[in-house]
């Protein structure tokens, strides 16, 4: 056999470039802006609350990464997942508090309770997802028009079911005794749930990235996702791993509402929607199918939204579409987004 | 005479409205190249797709080392043995080339590590690219790895459509060496409009037509056939 593929023409294409060096030179240094409005001690504050928030925000988007950006399934009824995720940890965080251990409970009785409300919250998802997948998406993959009515439906109904149960008024969510009240580092007032979101929300990113970017199921996935055609010709059940995926994206979905419920101390039945908003600002902020992008862009969207609220508290609610506005123009597919 | 690898009988596959094959009946004689000839869109690829389950017969029987496959799902279908290399975009862009090759390893044994080494052997530009997104390798390179990925298992049967579609001429001969060197391994159906390489390879073919068997035999009696290269192939 001969060698005279080395002949053969090759076109590497190079990630970096100047332009791409001047656009991530100013992602960052915008960030540092606000710093000559407020003072240090404040913009510490404004931070971590930011990047708590930010954290909070990827839990909700993280799933709709997967389902929508991964897998390009418009699933709508993404916000009932974690409106559902956020009344099963409403329950379970009242339940354990009967046995006192939530809001009068030690720091493990309150860390324990939390972790059940999650672990509850994740399998109520993985149930809802799984039957979700099974029953209504496998129908419509590769139709977006049925994929948005069909979920639309399914929204509508998951939350009457919800309302079924919990009924259509607000609650007010408990926050165990171990996670109230705040930090003081520095003069840095850091709130403590704020600091356990952080954590939750970056294990989250690691495991995603370790298990898409690092496992064979995570190949498969991808490749999966690429061209289902191939993969199934080398043996792959990829209807079954599309299960899978769109399972553990509903189950973050769930975690995340969990999450949001306890940060915002009050849930309500229409909550799902209006976070859906603001997870698919992230993922197409992040660019479609990135993990590490729905992570920038959820910390972006956090900051962005910490400061403006502090130095024009009008502005707040509207920033997120102004940043999406200007990353498209600047990158059209999102920050880790394929062009 | 060895009974039949796979054999299609009376087989009808439809592509949206549209009657892709109408009636194909054929047998692959095992440990043999054979090779589908005819013009564009005479079926052959959709003959392919058929048999993979890609495309699944509407009515008609294809039975693979005795089994009745035609209702099978496609991943049932490649873990008995029958792998397949597509026409168009054959490997994964957006997978690196040892992602697409840990893809490929339905189990990663000792046996398939001992095979990459040979793979390297005969595409050591596999290994200098190993990290590279499999997007950015050139035509050549892709189909190679393509190639290689469908080595990489011992397969019962491999059907591979097409692999010198846009290829350079200095290309396609390689190819024809590292196809030769897979049907030494394997039996091979083969679908091919480069006529040289068909015949490079090919030892069994099948000529298809408006979606019908239309002649068949060895391919040394049809290379000097220039009334049937004239009427089927369009050369001669």
New interface residues.
């Given amino acids: 056999?001969?060698?005279?593929?080395?002949?053969?023409?090759?076109?590497?294409?190079s990630g970096f470039s100047a332009k791409n060096l001047a656009i991530w030179l100013g992602s960052v240094g915008i960030w540092f802006l606000p710093l000559i409005w407020i003072d240090p001690s404040t913009y510490m504050v404004l931070t971590v609350a930011g990047v708590a928030m930010g954290m909070l925000l990827f839990l909700a988007a993280s799933g709709l990464t997967l389902i929508f950006g991964l897998m390009d399934v418009l699933n709508l009824a993404h916000g009932a997942f974690f409106a559902w995720g956020a009344y099963v940890g409403f329950s379970i965080l009242n339940r354990l508090n009967a046995l006192g251990w939530v809001e009068t409970g030690t720091f493990s009785q309150c860390l324990v309770s939390v972790l059940l409300a999650l672990l509850v919250s994740l399998l109520v998802g993985v149930v809802l997802g799984f039957f979700m997948e099974r029953i209504i998406i496998r129908n419509v993959y590769g139709d977006h028009l049925k994929q948005i009515l069909i979920t639309m439906g399914a929204l509508t109904v998951m939350v009457e079911i919800l309302i079924i149960f919990w009924g259509p008024n607000d609650e007010v969510v408990l926050v165990p005794a171990a996670f109230q009240g705040s930090y003081d580092v520095f003069d840095v007032i850091i709130n403590k749930f704020r600091v356990f979101a952080i954590f939750i929300g970056v294990a989250i990113f690691v495991a995603m990235q370790l298990v898409l970017k690092r496992t064979?199921l995570g190949?498969?996935v991808?490749?999966g996702v690429?061209?289902p055609?191939?993969?199934?010709?080398?043996?792959?059940?990829?209807h079954s791993i599309f299960t899978g995926v769109f399972t553990v994206g509903a189950a973050l979905a769930a975690l995340g509402g969990t999450m949001w419920g306890i940060f915002k101390e009050q849930i309500y039945p229409g909550m799902g929607q209006e976070n859906l908003i603001f997870a698919l600002i992230i993922v197409i902020i992040g660019g479609f199918g990135s993990v590490t992008g729905s992570f920038l862009g959820a910390i972006m969207v956090g900051l962005a939204f910490n400061y403006v609220a502090f130095l024009l508290p009008k502005l707040a609610l509207g920033v997120n579409i102004l940043i999406m506005a200007i990353i498209l123009l600047i990158r059209p597919a999102g920050l880790m987004g394929?062009e | 005479m060895a009974e039949p690898i796979l054999a299609l009988e009376d087989v009808h596959t439809y592509i949206g409205q549209h009657h892709i094959l109408q009636g194909v009946t054929l047998a692959v004689k095992p440990g043999r190249a054979t090779v589908l000839l005819g013009r564009n869109g005479a079926g052959k690829s959709t003959t392919l797709r058929t048999v993979?389950g890609?495309t699944p017969a509407t009515s008609g029987q294809i039975w693979f080392e005795g089994d009745h496959i035609e209702q099978h799902?496609?991943?049932k279908i490649?873990?008995k043995g029958v792998?397949?290399v597509?026409e168009d975009?054959?490997?994964?862009?957006?997978?690196s080339v040892e992602?697409?090759f840990?893809?490929?390893m339905?189990s990663e044994t000792e046996e398939t590590w001992q095979r990459m080494e040979t793979i390297f052997?005969?595409?050591?530009?596999l290994k200098k690219?190993w990290r590279?997104k499999a997007g950015?390798?050139?035509g050549?390179?892709k189909q190679?790895l393509a190639i290689a990925l469908a080595f990489l298992n011992i397969h019962r049967i491999l059907l591979i459509d097409e692999p010198s579609k846009g290829l350079a001429p200095?290309?396609v001969?390689?190819l024809a060496?590292?196809l030769n060197?897979i049907k030494d391994e394997t039996t091979v159906i083969l679908v091919e409009q480069n006529f040289h390489l068909a015949c490079q390879v090919g030892v069994d073919y099948f000529i298809l037509d408006d979606g019908h068997v239309v002649h068949q035999g060895l391919v040394e009696n049809l290379v000097d056939n220039e009334e049937l290269k004239q009427k089927y192939l369009g050369i001669g």
Avoid: C, W
Avoid at chain 1, 229 to 238: K, Q, S
Avoid at chain 2, 89 to 95: E, G, M, S
Avoid at chain 2, 121 to 125: A, K, Q, R, V
């Fill in positions: 056999m001969t060698t005279e593929t080395t002949s053969l023409e090759l076109t590497v294409k064979k190949i498969i991808r490749g690429e061209n055609d191939i993969v199934r010709a080398m043996g792959y059940n990829i394929q | 993979m890609l799902k496609v991943y490649a873990r792998g397949y597509p975009q054959a490997v994964l862009y957006n997978l992602e697409n840990r893809l490929a339905f052997e005969l595409f050591p530009d690219f590279s950015v390798l050139s050549g390179q190679m200095i290309i001969d390689h060496e590292s060197h």
